[in-house]
């Protein structure tokens, strides 16, 4: 079991750009040809951030047509607001520290993967409390200029160790990271 954050990043290092945009990323190529398919077969749990939670209700839920919520795993929404949640689906809103709800998942996952979706905030926090074992990163080929950071943290000692680079088809490079285990900071 491992809690894994799997995203693309343009470029120059934004998942999103303004105004939580992903206009840039599908043009880029087909998820299938990347490591998702095998990927989302281990994952038993889902964290992800409020602005991908909405992002998710605009563009999937209440698209036109609208498609089922993609997710049959548990997903937890972590926020300060109160959200809407979506029919039929294991959807559970949180806030506060990242430990006690990564226990909740972990074991909700029982023995597969726990996948930070989105938000690099959300997987600094796990980060910082030495919670997040693995990074994949699909590195489009376009720049942003702007826009939500991939992991707005420094993370230089110890550094992450780069496992797998492959190609996938002409527009992305995708990463594979192990996260060095330390000691985790303290909840701000």
């Known amino acids: 079991m491992k809690t894994q954050y799997y995203t693309a990043s343009s470029l120059d290092g934004f998942i999103a750009g303004p105004g939580d945009s992903l206009d840039w990323l599908f043009p880029l190529g087909d998820p299938e040809e990347t490591s998702y398919p095998t990927f989302i ?20 839920v209440q698209a ?20 809407p949640g979506v029919p039929g689906a294991d959807v559970r809103f949180v806030r506060g520290d990242v430990r ?20 690099g905030d959300l997987a600094g926090q796990f980060h910082d409390a030495g919670l997040l074992d693995e990074i994949f990163v699909q590195i489009g080929s376009v720049t942003l200029g702007a826009g939500k950071p991939l992991l707005p943290r420094a993370i230089t000692q110890p550094p992450l160790r780069l496992v797998s680079v492959r190609a996938v088809g002409t527009s992305f490079a995708e990463l594979h990271y192990e996260v060095p285990r330390v000691v985790p900071r303290a909840p701000a």
């Open 100 to 119: 006690p709800v990564h226990r909740a998942m972990v074991e909700a996952a029982a023995g597969k993967n726990v996948w930070i979706v989105g938000g």
């Open 64 to 83: 036109e047509p609208p498609q089922p919520w993609p997710y049959p795993q548990p997903v937890w929404v972590f926020t300060s607001r109160t959200l």
């Open 41 to 60: 077969r281990d994952v038993g749990a889902l964290a992800m951030g409020s602005a991908t939670y909405e992002w998710m209700l605009r563009h999937v």
